[in-house]
């Protein structure tokens, strides 16, 4: 084994790991009342499926059609533009001085949608490329929906062990997500700094503020929720976007591409959840400042 194949298969352990210890993480820290308590409101949910997985894809579809991009990036970019439901999005929304509540039940819902979503349309949105639809769920239903019910089932039986294990679980998430886009991005830094000054860092950066400019205008009126609706479908599920590119598209651009658009989901929304808290917090000041009637 060479020292390149060994880092290689620690990139695809730690990012498998991390995918399933998210889920754990989550599930074993949230009951199942948390998590479904905000979807009872039918026109936020039929809003919130409608942004992630008919616009934004459609969004992605189109920037793939309109900026010259090369097939593997192409791909890279329905791959984010398909994968909704990210692990960060609470933490985000928490920043931002959001609604967190029901941005834990969209997170908990879209991410159930996207394990079933991404193998169906998938093959429609990339013509011509070979992808098999039941590897894709197979490794989505392995990593993410089990990992989801058996955390769901700990929390509801076992509230203790899973209040126990949580933390443990949200560690070993954060390690390795750490190591993944450490070695990741170590493998592929040629490739990486190839993309700088193309048009690909264009258009995932043109995906993710579109992305966020759908949810903003699904939100509604009240700021809570619609920066909940914003950050949420701004925010793709990297995790499960790496792990299609990881098993599918090996070998090419992609999977360093997905990286490169995994880090700059951060850049570009950790400071514009900031933003977005500031305002929240300026906009409640004003209000109790002013003289009541």
Known sequence: MTLNDFFSAIAGISGLLFVVTSMLAMSLSLSAQQMTQPLKNARLVVLALLANFVLVPLLAFVITKVIPLEESLQIGVILLGTAAGAPFIPKLVQGAKGNVAYAVGLMFLIMVVTIFFLPIVLPLLLPGIEVNPWDIAKSLIVTMLIPLVLGMLIKSHSPDVADHWAPVMNKISSLSVLILLVVGLGLN????????????????????????????????????????????????????????????????????????????????????????????????ADTADAPAA
């Not at 990486?192 to 000054?197: D, E, V, Y």
């Not at 903003?216 to 299609?244: C, E, H, Q, Y």
């Not at 658009?261 to 929304?269: A, K, S």
């Open 189 to 284: 830094i040629s490739n990486i700094l190839s993309f700088i000054g193309t048009l690909g860092i264009g258009a995932m950066v043109l995906l993710i503020l579109g992305s966020l400019g759908i949810g903003l205008l699904f939100g509604g009126r009240d700021p809570g929720v619609r920066s909940a609706m914003g950050l949420s479908t701004a925010n793709r599920n990297g995790a499960a976007a790496l792990l299609v590119a990881t098993q599918n598209f090996s070998g090419t651009n992609t999977l360093p591409f997905v990286l490169v658009g995994v880090v700059l989901l951060l850049l570009i929304l950790l400071p514009i959840a900031k933003l977005l808290g500031a305002r929240s917090e300026a906009v409640a």
